[in-house]
Nanobody, 125 residues
Framework: VQLQASGGGSVQPGGSLRLSCAAS????????MGWYRQAPGKQRELVAA???????YYIESVEGRFTISRDNAKNTVYLQMNSLKPEDTAVYYC????????????????????WGQGTQVTVSS
């Protein structure tokens, strides 16, 4: 399974960016897809996640500014980031958790977790 992230860049405070992450491979199902970020000198933190059923999670600092969505048919997760602040500057990583993969016959492999490559988001005037 591979996760391909895109959409990072540099914007001024108050600007917007949209991140995308597509999972590919012999995927049967993905329990949750989310975005983490890691700023220099800080630990990686979960920013937002969306689950296979209904429901989403947001870290408090992005609530009302970020929106996570998921296209199950495409195994793709999006993160719309509005009203960006300098403190949102970080490398953003997408994650697919609880992935079941097709195996031989009617069996599956997993669940396993996968990470995409990071994409840099810089918010600066």
């Amino acid at each position: 399974v591979q996760l391909q992230a895109s959409g990072g860049g540099s914007v001024q405070p108050g600007g917007s960016l949209r991140l995308s992450c597509a999972a590919s491979g012999s995927i049967f199902s993905i329990h949750a897809m989310g975005w983490y970020r890691q700023a220099p000198g800080k630990q990686r933190e979960l920013v937002a996640a969306v689950f296979s059923g209904t429901g989403a999670y947001y870290i408090e600092s992005v609530e009302g500014r970020f929106t996570i969505s998921r296209d199950n048919a495409k195994n793709t997760v999006y993160l719309q980031m509005n009203s960006l602040k300098p403190e949102d500057t970080a490398v953003y990583y997408c994650n697919a958790a609880g992935v079941l993969r097709y195996s031989t016959g009617s069996t599956f492999r997993g669940p396993d977790d996968y990470w995409g490559q990071g994409t840099q988001v810089t918010v600066s005037s």
